[in-house]
């Protein structure tokens, strides 16, 4: 049999939803069929997980961003004419039949090379960015990718795309690590014992970049309203920040903490990684997950929790309506709205059974529509149609 081999383009520097979904794809590819090489950053946490799980890597090297908005336009530019001659030159060879681009600053080189090499290249779609560069990218993507693929519907729609690129638009959803169905699930207790907190304490949980878009600072604001009524309950916000922007939201986050008095209620967590080639999470003893986005391309902490059998209140945006089932496995509320948020969390809180009930219909739900099997069987036909 003639394996396709397949070269991952991802440029980030962090691990995010998207990182995670690279690494599930790349690891469970049938190697009978496909043969795949990442390029990555060289400093990049996914080239290491990569090179641990013996999958075939290389090194990626880009000049860093600064903290000047027009020294990153600069940088931007160089970057992308760089990336384009090591993709040119790795192409050459590795030889591949299909380029996969994973992220919104690739996708201009990947299919620079690919045309010049006349193979086949793929666009990964992991989230929307509304600047006016993104939406050229999309544009010309759908004029000559041969793929575009996309996480969610909602990212989907959002697209800038000539009408001519309808054939080529495939959704395909993310999927959870199967080894998070058959984890021991009574063994939720790995935070509390850490931030010793109490047995009868409900713990609120987040899992997300401190990022504006996530919309943290309705959260904190719903779970002041919560403390106000008198229960007893603690907020975990799990995440990191990797840019200038990040760390001044996060401290807007303490300010407004430290307005409301609420040192003793929150606690953030600098979340390990994720292992997804294990699929082991840190937040397993979560009893109630919250995901107060104001804008979100799919909910991947959402997925995760309804594996876990945590029940989930979101906001109504983005993908996040594709992924749960309102009422059923998840709570939606509009976004920017903190009294609709610590109502629906109320809810949770007062109505065990309604709970319970609901983690374990997020995770029929997660592992029906959501498993790996699932996505694979998506992406492959795709990488077999060209």
């Known amino acids: 049999m003639i394996q396709k081999k397949i070269l991952f383009i991802d440029t980030g520097s962090i691990i995010g939803g998207g990182q995670n979904n690279l690494i599930l794809i790349v690891n469970n590819l049938n190697l009978q069929k496909f043969t795949p090489v ?72 990947a299919i620079i090379v690919a045309k010049f090499f006349n193979i086949s290249v793929v666009v990964h779609q992991n989230i929307y960015i509304k600047q006016i560069r993104h939406r050229i990218i999309d544009y010309l993507c759908g004029i000559f990718s041969d793929r575009i693929i996309s996480i969610s519907k909602a990212t989907q729609k959002k697209l800038t795309l000539p009408s001519s690129a309808i054939n080529k638009l495939n959704v395909v959803y993310p999927s959870i690590h199967p080894n998070i169905f058959n984890s021991d699930l009574s063994n939720r207790f790995s935070l509390r014992n850490t931030y010793k907190i109490k047995d009868d304490q409900i713990v609120i949980g987040t899992l997300a970049r401190i990022s504006p878009e996530k919309g943290l600072e309705y959260l904190i604001k719903a779970i002041q309203k919560i403390k106000d009524a008198h229960f007893n309950i603690k907020l975990i916000i799990a995440g990191d920040v990797s840019s200038e922007a990040e760390k001044q939201y996060e401290q807007k986050l303490f300010d407004i903490i430290n307005e409301q008095k609420m040192e ?123």
């Open 38 to 109: 990442v390029f990555s950053r060289s400093n990049s946490s996914l080239l290491s997980i990569l090179t641990e799980a013996k999958i075939k890597t290389k090194e990626l090297s880009l000049i860093s961003k600064t903290s000047s908005s027009i020294g990153n336009f600069i940088i931007m530019i160089m970057n992308m004419f760089y990336l384009t001659y090591q993709l040119l030159k790795l192409v050459y060879y590795e030889k591949p039949e299909i380029i996969d681009s994973h992220c919104n600053d690739s996708h201009l080189p």
């Open 264 to 386: 003793n209620d929150v606690i953030f967590h600098r979340k390990t990684l994720n292992n997804v080639i294990e699929g082991s999470y840190d937040f397993n003893d979560f009893d109630i997950s919250v995901a107060p986005s104001i804008d979100e391309a799919f909910g991947m902490f959402i997925l995760e929790s309804m594996a876990l059998k945590i029940a989930v209140v979101a906001s109504n945006v983005g993908g996040i309506p594709e992924v749960v089932v309102p009422d059923e496995t998840a709570i939606l509320v509009n976004p920017r709205d903190s009294n609709a948020l610590a109502k629906a969390i109320l809810i949770l809180i007062i109505d065990k059974k309604k709970r319970i009930k609901m983690g374990e219909n997020g995770r029929k739900r997660a592992a029906k529509y959501f498993s790996i099997n699932r996505t694979m069987l998506k992406i492959e036909r795709i990488f077999n149609e060209i």
